[in-house]
Each structure stands twice: as C-alpha cells, then as structure tokens.
C-alpha cells in the first residue's frame, strides 16, 4: 500500500488540514477475508472512516461503495458520529482524502455542513459547477505533487476576499474547547463567540453541520486518537486510565462507551486495528 500526506498551502491552513493519498492494491481474489477481521466483506476491502467534521474524497476510476451510496469520483462527507464504510468494489483504491478544519468547508464552499450532516453526496449530485470542476482537475492529474497544487490553485480562488467574522470566532470557540478538555457549555461558547446564544448556535450549525455537545464528543474523541496514535508512533505504552483522564472523560468506562458509539470499537480493539493514515479527522485503516 502507498501513502503519502501533503500539507496544503500555509494560506489554506486555517481551512484544510492535509491532503492524503492512498493507493492500496489486491483483487478480490487475492484478498482473502478473514472471518474475524471487519475491513473485509464478501471478499471485498472496507476502509473506515471514522466520525468526522466534514471531508472529501476523491476516487480514480475506482468505484466504492459509502454504505449504499456509489461513487467513482468527488464524494462529499458531511460531518457525522457514526463510522462509515468505504467498500472499494475493484478490490483496490486510488485516490485521496481532504480533511477540512472544523467549519473549513463552509468557509471555502459556502456549503451548508447543517444540510450535509450524515450524508454522503456525488459531485454530480450537488450540483455545484465547482466540485464538478474540482472533480475533473483530481483526474487530470497523475502525481500526488501536481494534484497537490491544483487543488491548492482550486481553494486559493475561493479563499474569503475579507475575514470571515464567524469563522474567526469558530477558531477561537474551538481553542476554547480543547482547553477545557470538553468541559465546556454552549452558553461559555456562545460567550467566547460575542454572540448571543441562540445567533451562536445557528451559526455554529451552519459552519460545523452538528449542535455544540455534539461537536464536543466528536473533538474529544479526535484528541484522544491523536494521542494514542503519537504514543504508538515513538513506542511509548498507551495507558488508557491516564488517557482518559486528560482527555476529560470521567474513567475508561465512559471513554470505551464514546468508543463504542462512535468507532464501533472499543479502545483495546483499536489499539490493535493499526495506527491510522491520519491523526485528527476522517482515518482510513491500512
């Protein structure tokens, strides 16, 4: 399997964390299930994708399957709690995943994250000349390199021509968050924004796609993966009491209960699937 993670331009920072390119190889034939292994189903590859706050994933004559919804090109995802599944029909994936920052893509897009949330949505069926136009720069390109810079040319041209107030507030609401480890209400947030609460909560719905609490679940979830990930990437010993507790969760009961929920698997077990391809957002699996 190849990977290889590109940082976008530092001006798209603030917007988009990584881009992402996997090209992992093997038929049907060769790919032999395990019966106790759940990436592989009837013979064919599942890659999970773990809850995130709003991706997109481009294919390469690939055809794959988003729990029933099939795409062979740019896929939206909306942000969701739930894993999804990505079944690559052909046996094999071509192609790359853009993780957003939290409200990114509203930023960039303008598209509505309350109207995407939990759905999986085609280039094509969005209706957005854009995407479609995106779609087709992503298939030009051979090289992770080249496809790099033009999708950076892409986001450049539709980076906000003044400063986007609301998403400034995000940021500062989302560094907010991570200091209190959660612990946090949609009043306090609400405060840190300026804004009156009810405003901040339509707000935060249209740029995130899901309420505050929810949105904090999801964060603390990405940290405490991020950190398990660092410590199994330099050998150090993951200690999930510890790991928990400086994550803001009351014990590891609470903390494999969050895991259950949202990653379909308990944090032993994930420990154990690998460490993921990407640290914060939506994680493919090798």
Same mark, same amino acid.
């Given at each position: 399997?190849?990977?290889?993670?590109?940082?976008?331009?530092?001006?798209?920072?603030?917007?988009?964390?990584?881009?992402?390119?996997?090209?992992?190889?093997?038929?049907?034939?060769?790919?032999?299930?395990?019966?106790?292994?759940?990436?592989?189903?009837?013979?064919?590859?599942?890659?999970?994708?773990?809850?995130?706050?709003?991706?997109?994933?481009?294919?390469?004559?690939?055809?794959?399957?988003?729990?029933?919804?099939?795409?062979?090109?740019?896929?939206? $995802?909306?942000?969701?709690?739930?894993?999804?599944?990505?079944?690559?029909? &052909? #046996?094999?994936?071509?192609? =790359?995943? @853009? *993780?957003?920052?939290?409200?990114?893509?509203?930023?960039?897009?303008?598209?509505? $994250?309350?109207?995407?949330?939990?759905?999986?949505?085609?280039?094509?069926? &969005? #209706?957005?000349?854009?995407? =479609?136009? @995106? *779609?087709?720069?992503?298939?030009?390109?051979?090289?992770?390199?080249?496809?790099?810079?033009?999708?950076?040319?892409?986001?450049?041209?539709?980076?906000?021509?003044?400063?986007?107030?609301?998403?400034?507030? @995000?940021?500062?609401?989302?560094?907010?968050?991570?200091?209190?480890?959660?612990?946090?209400?949609?009043?306090?947030?609400?405060?840190?924004?300026c804004l009156g609460e009810?405003?901040?909560?339509?707000?935060?719905?249209?740029?995130?796609?899901?309420?505050?609490?929810?949105?904090?679940?999801?964060?603390?979830?990405?940290?405490?993966?991020?950190?398990?990930?660092?410590?199994?990437?330099?050998?150090?010993?993951?200690d999930l009491m510890q790991?928990?507790?400086?994550?803001?969760?009351?014990?590891?009961?609470?903390?494999?209960?969050?895991?259950?929920?949202?990653?379909?698997?308990?944090?032993?077990?994930?420990?154990?699937?690998?460490?993921?391809?990407?640290?914060?957002?939506?994680?493919?699996?090798?």
């Amino acid at each position: 399997m190849f990977s290889q993670i590109i940082q976008p331009s530092e001006v798209l920072r603030p917007y988009i964390t990584r881009y992402v390119f996997v090209r992992a190889e093997g038929s049907t034939d060769t790919m032999t299930p395990p019966s106790d292994d759940p990436r592989f189903i009837n013979g064919k590859h599942v890659q999970p994708l773990l809850p995130n706050y709003g991706s997109m994933i481009f294919m390469r004559n690939v055809i794959v399957d988003f729990n029933g919804v099939f795409s062979d090109g740019l896929t939206l $995802l909306g942000a969701n709690q739930q894993t999804i599944g990505l079944t690559t029909l &052909s #046996g094999w994936f071509d192609g =790359m995943l @853009l *993780d957003f920052e939290p409200g990114g893509m509203y930023a960039l897009l303008g598209i509505d $994250l309350q109207k995407l949330a939990g759905k999986v949505l085609t280039a094509p069926e &969005s #209706g957005d000349q854009g995407l =479609m136009q @995106l *779609d087709k720069l992503f298939k030009q390109a051979s090289k992770p390199q080249e496809t790099a810079q033009l999708i950076d040319a892409f986001f450049i041209g539709h980076l906000p021509r003044k400063e986007d107030y609301h998403y400034t507030r @995000l940021r500062k609401v989302i560094a907010a968050c991570d200091e209190a480890k959660g612990n946090i209400s949609a009043a306090e947030m609400a405060s840190v924004a300026c804004l009156g609460e009810r405003q901040f909560l339509r707000v935060f719905r249209n740029y995130v796609g899901i309420p505050p609490k929810q949105f904090i679940r999801l964060r603390r979830f990405h940290k405490t993966l991020q950190h398990m990930q660092r410590n199994a990437a330099i050998g150090q010993p993951i200690d999930l009491m510890q790991i928990a507790l400086q994550h803001g969760y009351y014990d590891v009961s609470h903390m494999a209960m969050e895991f259950q929920q949202m990653g379909c698997v308990s944090p032993s077990h994930f420990r154990m699937l690998g460490i993921p391809l990407t640290d914060d957002f939506s994680v493919f699996f090798g």
